[in-house]
């Protein structure tokens, strides 16, 4: 790709996705569970630009959403309802009605109270809520802390004993249907054991259950497979998916599975300008036009990203790269080695696919950067750069009836 050539076009900071690369890991992950029924439902949070979306559902893609936007955003492009999955560990009222009202595939249920609510919502509305309960296995899935969901100290889930007692509850109700069970354990998961050892406990689960009649037709395996930043190794996905058939020892269901950061992750690019590079008698700095609130994933989770510099490959010295915005935390990378730069040189930060855009912001009042697609050679605009009235917006309307109430 010529990076060059796009920063030219579109300005930076720009992030850049290769939709041949999105349609190969979708195709791929799809054709692992061949000869089984199954669902891939794109995890929207990873990159939910709605071309991606599309182009997701033109594929046959299902979603999984996790508030009511993210279930707007699946329909507008067109997916099927029957596709789309909502999970949340906190949902609101008015999320769990409009989501019963577009009658989508499966509300994921992650608590109890949860679950009365939603029948009550249900009742309200006279229609029977399919539902998955969300099982947290107790298994370490051994990634980044904040993103490791699958252990019972977190958030997420309940216990396979209250889940079943959910199940139960939910089988007398006139206004809910048992029709999925479902498990997450977290994100950037590079070892197959874990997965296998809930996809275990969970099966378990699902047997009980059906012994108790309760029929359920979906095991959802979550997202979470990781990808290559560095030097990780991808789960081998022949081997992903012969693990979770094996635990289910031939049950007969539908497999869901919900990959974010699989499928878009190694697909994008965000592309930075050089500003100016300086030394401050102890380190150098390469200063780019893109920062913390475009990519935040450095600061937050100390994830490493590779970055080249395009079009130069002697990599001399060390150094830190690093953005406008002024806190020490906000940096693309810390101590890589880069060649000199000057003013205009492109930067290339790897692996923003996933988690990126998505996780952007306004901070330091900084217009969000602009979304292009690659396809087959040919590049297209898929969001345009936000502008200063944009971000503005929607604080304007009150500045002006203070500055009247002041008159
Ligand atoms: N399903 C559920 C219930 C999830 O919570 C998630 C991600 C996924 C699927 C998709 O996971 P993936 O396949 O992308 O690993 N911002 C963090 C990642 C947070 C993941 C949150 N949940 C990061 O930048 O690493």
Not at 155 to 175: C, L, P, R
């Amino acid at each position: 790709m010529d990076f060059k050539e796009l920063a030219s076009k579109y300005k930076t900071p720009l992030y850049v996705y290769d939709f041949n690369y999105i349609k190969e890991r979708y195709e791929a992950l799809k054709n692992a569970f061949y000869a089984r029924k199954s669902l891939v439902c794109y995890a929207v949070k990873a990159n939910s630009n709605l071309s991606v979306l599309k182009f997701l559902a033109d594929l046959g893609a299902g979603f999984d959403c996790v508030s009511i936007g993210e279930v707007k955003r699946a329909l507008m492009v067109g997916a099927k309802r029957y596709q789309i999955i909502f999970s949340g560990v906190g949902k609101s009222d008015e999320e769990l009605k409009e989501a019963l009202e577009n009658e989508i595939l499966l509300i994921n249920v992650e608590s109890f109270a949860e679950l009365l609510r939603l029948e009550e919502i249900a009742k309200g509305l006279n229609l029977k809520a399919r539902i998955s309960i969300r099982v947290n296995p107790g298994v370490d899935a051994k990634t980044h802390p904040y993103i490791s969901t699958g252990l019972n100290e977190n958030k997420f889930g309940v216990d396979a004993q209250t889940a079943k007692k959910m199940y139960i509850h939910a089988k007398t109700s006139e206004f809910l249907e048992p029709t999925g069970i479902h498990f997450h354990i977290g994100s950037q998961l590079t070892s197959l054991s874990p997965i296998i050892d809930a996809a275990k406990i969970v099966s378990e689960l699902l047997r009980e259950l059906r012994a108790l009649e309760i029929d359920i037709k979906f095991f959802d395996v979550g997202g979470g497979l990781g990808i290559i930043y560095n030097d990780e190794k991808e789960i081998n996905l022949y081997d992903y998916a012969q693990g979770i058939l094996g635990a289910l020892k031939g049950q007969d269901v539908t497999i869901v599975c919900e990959p974010g950061r699989f499928i878009v992750g190694n697909a994008g690019y965000f592309v930075a300008s050089v500003l100016y590079e300086k030394f401050n008698g102890k380190k150098r700095f390469v200063i780019t036009d893109g920062a913390m609130n475009d990519l935040i994933r450095p600061s937050l989770y100390g994830a490493h990203h590779k970055i080249f510099a395009y079009g130069k490959d002697e990599n001399l010295g060390t150094c830190d790269v690093v953005g406008p915005v002024c806190e020490s935390g906000d940096f693309l990378a810390k101590d890589i080695k880069l060649p000199e730069c000057e003013s205009g040189d492109i930067i290339v930060v790897k692996g923003a696919g996933a988690y990126g855009f998505s996780m952007s912001s306004n901070y330091n009042t900084r217009n969000r950067a602009a979304e292009v697609c690659v396809l087959d050679g040919k590049d297209r605009l898929i969001r345009r750069r936000e502008c200063f009235e944009d971000v503005v917006a929607p604080e304007i309307e009150f500045l002006e009836s203070a500055d009247a109430r002041a008159k």
